[in-house]
């Protein structure tokens, strides 16, 4: 009557892919139990790691265990501990682990009654809470691992994409915070033809990449000539990151969903090691202190 699970941290946008690329990083990420109770209701009963709100309608991974819960009308509450590891506005989807991490329990438990694009959809309404928008380009790899690809929001529709097998992320955490809402705010509403022409031939070429194990292409597809303009003037130290990682021999490098997490992705261990050290020798001349981590996509 209760289970276990390991809810994984994401990188959104993979640089030219705003709000409809991710991929998850099963290395890093929270832990939650989900506990079948009599009583009826959503009961978040402990949080750990971090200060999040008991109060299930200011919770996030509580927001989405009620959608579910009103869609399904059990005849049963549920209980929801959370052992939070990824901090808050770090950029590697601290809000969608919680959203999908308590309606993949629930669903559990319930016998599976929903798949995993249904229970993306409860999701949605816990990670509005934290970013004041609906997308689901966190959540989607965290429900479903790997690389994934929003294709619509109604209907919501989310592809897989298959990476190439040697492919590694290192992600660069400078204990600072952004916030999602406000990394948002900051965006034009607008763009300008000549960038997104740009934009949308590297995202169709970095989505072809993935699927020919290409990677030189990705290579030379990981660019965001719309997002990182605005966005990396809040990051310290981003361009001497990237710099310094493509250098030690990175395919690319960018601003891990709203930031201030920067992400690279390597070809081989050794290469993502080495883009580590980079990353590590720019902020360990700083004040900021930081936190890094490789994963296998
Ligand atoms: N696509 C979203 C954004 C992800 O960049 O605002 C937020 O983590």
Same mark, same amino acid.
């Given at each position: 009557?209760?289970?276990? +699970?390991?809810?994984? $941290?994401?990188?959104?946008?993979?640089?030219?892919?705003?709000? =409809?690329?991710?991929?998850?990083?099963?290395?890093?990420?929270?832990?939650?139990? +989900?506990?079948?109770?009599? %009583?009826?209701?959503?009961?978040?009963?402990?949080?750990?790691?971090?200060?999040?709100?008991?109060?299930?309608? &200011?919770?996030?991974?509580?927001? #989405?265990?009620?959608?579910?819960?009103?869609?399904?009308?059990?005849?049963?509450?549920?209980?929801? *501990?959370?052992?939070?590891?990824?901090? @808050?506005?770090?950029?590697?989807?601290?809000?969608?682990?919680?959203?999908?991490?308590? =309606?993949?329990?629930?669903? *559990? &438990?319930?016998?599976? @009654?929903?798949?995993?694009?249904?229970?993306?959809?409860?999701?949605?309404?816990?990670?509005? &809470?934290? #970013?004041?928008?609906?997308? $689901?380009?966190?959540?989607?790899?965290?429900?479903?691992?790997?690389? !994934?690809? =929003?294709?619509?929001? #109604?209907?919501?529709?989310? &592809?897989?994409?298959?990476?190439?097998?040697?492919?590694?992320?290192?992600?660069?955490?400078?204990?600072?915070?952004?916030?999602?809402?406000?990394?948002?705010?900051?965006? @034009?509403?607008?763009? $300008?033809?000549?960038?997104?022409?740009?934009?949308?031939?590297?995202?169709?070429?970095?989505?072809?990449?993935?699927?020919?194990?290409?990677?030189? /292409?990705?290579?030379?597809? /990981?660019?965001?000539?719309?997002?990182?303009?605005?966005?990396?003037? /809040?990051?310290?130290?981003?361009?001497?990151?990237?710099?310094?990682?493509?250098?030690?021999?990175?395919?690319?490098?960018? +601003?891990?969903? #709203?930031?201030?997490?920067?992400?690279?992705?390597?070809?081989?261990?050794?290469?993502?090691?080495?883009?580590?050290?980079?990353? %590590?020798? =720019?902020?360990?001349?700083?004040?900021?202190?930081?936190?890094?981590?490789? !994963?296998?996509?």
């Amino acid at each position: 009557n209760e289970i276990k +699970i390991f809810s994984p $941290a994401t990188v959104a946008n993979v640089a030219c892919g705003f709000d =409809v690329l991710g991929f998850c990083l099963d290395s890093v990420g929270d832990e939650m139990l +989900i506990r079948k109770i009599d %009583k009826k209701g959503i009961f978040i009963t402990k949080v750990e790691g971090f200060d999040l709100p008991y109060e299930t309608e &200011l919770n996030v991974a509580g927001v #989405s265990a009620l959608a579910m819960y009103e869609a399904a009308k059990p005849d049963c509450g549920f209980e929801i *501990e959370i052992y939070k590891k990824i901090k @808050p506005g770090s950029g590697i989807g601290s809000s969608a682990a919680s959203a999908v991490g308590s =309606v993949f329990g629930m669903n *559990e &438990l319930l016998g599976r @009654p929903y798949n995993k694009t249904q229970l993306t959809e409860f999701a949605i309404k816990g990670e509005a &809470l934290a #970013s004041k928008c609906e997308h $689901a380009d966190n959540l989607a790899p965290a429900m479903f691992g790997g690389f !994934t690809l =929003v294709k619509s929001m #109604s209907p919501l529709e989310i &592809l897989e994409i298959p990476s190439p097998d040697d492919l590694y992320a290192t992600i660069i955490h400078p204990q600072i915070e952004i916030k999602t809402s406000e990394a948002r705010a900051i965006l @034009p509403k607008e763009v $300008a033809l000549q960038n997104a022409i740009t934009q949308w031939a590297n995202f169709g070429s970095l989505i072809h990449a993935l699927h020919t194990s290409d990677f030189e /292409l990705i290579q030379r597809s /990981l660019n965001d000539v719309i997002v990182e303009p605005f966005r990396s003037q /809040l990051i310290p130290h981003y361009h001497d990151v990237k710099n310094e990682v493509l250098k030690a021999g990175a395919l690319g490098a960018g +601003i891990s969903g #709203s930031g201030p997490s920067i992400f690279s992705l390597s070809k081989g261990l050794k290469t993502a090691m080495n883009v580590a050290d980079a990353m %590590k020798n =720019v902020y360990a001349k700083t004040h900021i202190d930081f936190d890094i981590h490789i !994963t296998k996509i």
